[in-house]
């Protein structure tokens, strides 16, 4: 709704950009959605600031526009690289690995968001963004999936495999983490699938109890399995503690 205030407010065509593009594409972010809206502009000199608009003029001659809902905002590959620029690893590749993501109906190539950081300055990051373009895969499923990968990743831990299929006697069973050569398994559990209507039905115990029984269908197929939850993302010492103890290695083999 504030974005299109603005946009219905502007005095001339503005292009919608980084957070504010996301939320238009659908796609998640770090942290809480601004309340100011991000409008890309051409630089005029003076007068960029105004309430409850943040207006930016880095790289408006090379971004590209598409039109979503009546409003145009920069094409996907530009907005997940603004929205991961100069954020940590962390912070940055859920929103990248949800541009490549496998069931994202906009879903783009890593050629396309290769192609995008060609046209970012050294000066203003590019290598970083080519890393964290590298790092990222179509095979995450949330955010916080994204999120507790890199955070392994930085605490230097040998990167699972992702969205790995068993079977039983029940049927399937997908893991989001899979480390073969310990076959030690892993999932990410978000705070929102115990709190959020849309994942309880309004019975968050009864989520916890399936949750009980996968893991127990899980346990039967590899040596153990690591639960990560949100808050071990952000805690490295946590997060380090659990992966050691379940028998994780780190990439230099210790």
Request: one cysteine or more; aromatic letters at 6%; proline letters at 4%.
């Amino acid at each position: 709704m504030r974005i299109h205030a603005v946009i219905a407010s502007a005095e001339r065509p503005v292009l919608v950009a980084g957070p504010s593009a996301a939320a238009l594409w659908g796609m998640p972010i770090a942290g809480a959605w601004p309340r100011d809206v991000t409008v890309l502009d051409q630089w005029r000199g003076g007068g960029r600031s105004e309430p409850g608009v943040r207006r930016v003029t880095s790289g408006h001659a090379t971004a590209a526009s598409v039109t979503i809902g009546g409003v145009a905002a920069t094409s996907l590959p530009r907005t997940a690289l603004d929205v991961a620029r100069r954020k940590s690893l962390v912070d940055a590749i859920g929103s990248v690995d949800w541009a490549l993501w496998r069931n994202n109906p906009h879903a783009v190539d890593r050629a396309d968001l290769l192609e995008e950081c060609a046209r970012v300055s050294v000066h203003a990051g590019r290598r970083a963004l080519e890393s964290v373009v590298a790092f990222a895969t179509h095979l995450s499923d949330s955010f916080g999936e994204s999120a507790s990968r890199a955070a392994m990743h930085g605490l230097g831990f040998q990167i699972p495999e992702l969205q790995v299929v068993f079977r039983d006697a029940e049927g399937k069973i997908i893991l989001d983490y899979y480390w073969r050569g310990v076959n030690v398994g892993g999932e990410f559990d978000g705070k929102v699938k115990f709190t959020r209507n849309e994942f309880t039905g309004g019975d968050p115990g009864e989520v916890a109890w399936r949750e009980k029984k996968r893991e127990d269908r899980v346990r039967r197929q590899v040596a153990g399995v690591v639960r990560i939850l949100d808050h071990d993302v952000r805690n490295p010492h946590r997060l380090e503690a659990l992966l050691r103890e379940a028998g994780i290695p780190r990439v230099d083999g210790r």
